[in-house]
């Protein structure tokens, strides 16, 4: 088996993408029958086809959950609050445990990647709580490499989880405890911050940090969309390009949502490598919140933009029916794993 470089990537992925075969990958998805792709499926179409058996890259199709051990279309609405009691002052004590471990996992059907992972996730559990909570995550290292838990926020030098301050790099065996506010109100991030800070985030070390305001936004269909990329053959460049992992899992498994409803997503770019990730939806806009601090919108436009780190909240609604595909603008990304689709029901 030959190894995944990102051109052959590309010319697996992007190139029948390119040439037409990727409206077969989206006819197939969409459930529509493949007599129309027979017309198209000749030439380099079934070349690139072959190549891709040739490759063990199979190129379509999701994978498994059950080889992951965790599940993109239900991580999308995994929301974790923690364990909770009151205080005697009032306020609401939250409480995680959080586990770093070496994890081998598939980022496309085929593609292994020996990465890291908080709690056998990539990403880790997404954090919620409310603005003025107590928060105390609870860290223990069962990985073969020392690593800390960084997290987004306001909070003392001594909790801030970078090394040679505070409890500093936690070594494998070790353990420590975070404990700070929830504040400000907004979406954050959390990410291991030993060095080399590019490889420890690049493996998978990294999940969404959500801070309510005091007074709840208003009910939706919440979504949580962490940006991500894998570097599978470790030349400093991504080979797959993903939104909660697995390349093209919501083209196979379009995220279901009802028609007119409103719908919230928390989106957070943690790539790695590459300069700036992107967001765009077709057919529809959205008003953007940036870092989710404001509870007014920036911005009303199908289009946003991200660097390493930054994040926002997007609403919306779909007052139609059917299939809208999002994905990154950067298209090369798009043609590398990072597009889905939204299904619209009524
Ligand atoms: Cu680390
Ligand atoms: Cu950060």
Not at 123 to 132: D, Q, S, V, W
Not at 203 to 227: Q, T
Not at 283 to 296: D, I, K, M, Q, V
């Amino acid at each position: 088996m030959s190894r995944l470089t990102r051109r052959r990537a590309l010319c697996l992925l992007g190139g029948p993408v390119l040439a037409g075969a990727g409206l077969g990958f989206v006819r197939e998805a969409a459930g529509e029958d493949h007599a129309h792709m027979a017309d198209t499926a000749d030439g380099p179409v079934h070349e690139a086809h072959e190549a891709a058996g040739h490759a063990g890259f199979a190129g379509s199709g999701v994978v498994d959950p059950a080889v992951n051990g965790f599940d993109p279309s239900a991580m999308v609405r995994d929301f974790d609050w923690g364990k909770t009691r009151r205080l005697a002052s009032g306020r609401v004590l939250r409480e995680w445990e959080l586990v770093a471990v070496d994890k081998e996992f598939q980022v496309a059907p085929g593609v292994s990647y020996a990465g890291w992972a908080y709690n056998g996730r990539v990403p880790g559990p997404t954090l919620r709580a409310r603005e003025g909570d107590l928060l105390r995550i609870r860290f223990a290292n069962a990985s073969a490499h020392p690593h800390t838990i960084h997290f987004h926020g306001i909070h003392p030098a001594f909790m801030d989880g970078i090394p040679g301050i505070g409890a500093g790099l936690i070594g494998t065996g070790g353990s420590t405890v975070y404990e700070f506010d929830a504040h400000p109100f907004g979406l954050h991030l959390y990410h291991c911050h030993a060095g080399p800070l590019s490889a420890h985030i690049a493996k998978g070390l990294y999940g969404a940090f959500i801070v309510d305001p005091k007074r709840a936004r208003p009910e939706a269909d919440e979504l949580v969309m962490v940006m991500n990329g894998f570097d599978t053959n470790f030349d400093q460049a991504n080979e797959i390009y993903a939104v909660n992992t697995v390349g093209f899992h919501y083209l196979y498994r379009p995220v279901v949502v009802e028609r007119g409803a409103p719908v919230r997503i928390y989106l957070v770019n943690i790539l790695e490598f590459d300069a700036v990730n992107s967001f765009h939806i077709h057919a529809n806009f959205f008003h953007y919140y940036p870092t989710g601090t404001s509870l007014t919108p920036a911005e009303y436009t199908d289009t946003i933009a991200q660097v390493q780190g930054q994040r926002g909240i997007l609403e919306l609604a779909f007052p139609h029916e059917g299939k809208y595909m999002f994905h990154a603008h950067k298209t090369e990304f798009a043609e590398l794993g990072w597009m889905g689709f939204f299904d619209v029901r009524s």
